[in-house]
């Protein structure tokens, strides 16, 4: 129970941050900075070791996220330097987002095709 | 001709509603908005968390259930914007729908579904990426980044 009671708190948290964003900076910023900011901010972070301690504490509060996104491409990254050093800094972060990716792309396209927008 | 100039008039009823409209709204909106945002944002996050405590107590592993539970989510968001009711909820959550990754998967469909009269190649197939495709190009760009610092100062 009390991991779904943290998932709430850190989740609802970083949504939070991004509302603020949004209303202090209107009209400049928009849903898809919103977007391409949290995966950046994640991935640079997880890079610094101050993404991981925040998983720890909020599981899916933190990986759900656009950030725990960017953080999910850096660890991969990190992981297959290891491995295979440079060939890894190219491979790692495709490798670990993969069933993400593909998920959004083929799923979306189904979605898109069979729904049409309202109004 | 003792009718004053109602050009004159509507312009004052103008100015007198901007300003009530300065008086009352920012503050209060932002404050609704931010409620907003983390309660839906919070629900998003918690139904993760309920799948993904299901998949880990079938004996998945950490990296499988964390992946599955993405991909879950990543549906819901792309079903629940092609039925129209994510858009809806998102005019009032704004940030709590889009900061979870299905928001990432709302931004495809969305755009996508719009441009369907272009075709199915360059409308659909193309849009799909108009924000997803700077959010993967940011978010490789990093990680890329960082990946080969590592190698750097590791060799």
Redo the contacts between chains.
């Keep these: 129970m009390g991991s779904i009671f943290m998932a709430f708190l850190i989740g609802g948290a970083l949504c939070l941050i991004g509302q603020l964003i949004m209303d202090f900076t209107k009209p400049a910023v928009t849903p898809g900075h919103i977007l391409v900011g949290y995966i950046t901010a994640g991935a640079v972070l997880s890079g610094l070791g101050l993404y991981q301690p925040l998983v720890d504490i909020g599981g899916t509060g933190a990986t759900i996220p656009l950030s725990g996104f960017g953080h999910l491409l850096t660890q991969g990254t990190l992981k297959a330097v290891e491995q295979k050093g440079i060939l890894g800094a190219l491979s790692g972060g495709a490798e670990a987002a993969a069933a993400g990716i593909t998920a959004a792309i083929v799923f979306g396209y189904i979605i898109a095709v069979i729904f049409n927008p309202k109004g | 001709m003792n009718v004053p100039n109602p050009d004159k008039l509507k312009k004052i009823e103008i100015q007198e509603y901007d300003n009530l409209l300065q008086q009352i709204k920012p503050k209060p909106?932002?404050f609704t908005?931010?409620v907003?945002?983390?309660?839906?944002?919070?629900?998003?996050?918690?139904l993760?968390?309920?799948i993904?405590?299901y998949l880990l107590s079938t004996g998945m592993s950490k990296i499988d259930a964390?992946?599955?539970?993405?991909?879950t989510?990543?549906?819901l968001g792309?079903?629940f914007?092609?039925?129209?009711i994510y858009?809806e909820l998102g005019k009032k959550a704004?940030?709590?729908t889009?900061?979870?990754?299905?928001?990432?998967?709302n931004?495809?469909?969305?755009s996508?579904?719009?441009f369907?009269r272009e075709g199915?190649v360059f409308g659909?197939?193309a849009r799909?990426f108009s924000?997803?495709g700077?959010?993967?190009v940011?978010?490789?760009a990093?990680?890329?980044l960082?990946?080969?610092?590592?190698?750097f100062f590791?060799?």
């Design positions: 909106a932002i908005n931010c907003w945002a983390f309660t839906v944002g919070g629900l998003i996050c918690m993760a968390q309920i993904q405590n964390s992946s599955i539970t993405s991909v989510m990543i549906f792309a079903l914007t092609g039925i129209g858009d704004g940030a709590g889009i900061v979870p990754i299905t928001g990432f998967a931004a495809i469909v969305a996508a579904m719009e369907k199915y659909v197939g799909l924000v997803a700077p959010t993967l940011f978010g490789f990093v990680a890329v960082i990946g080969l610092i590592k190698v590791t060799s």
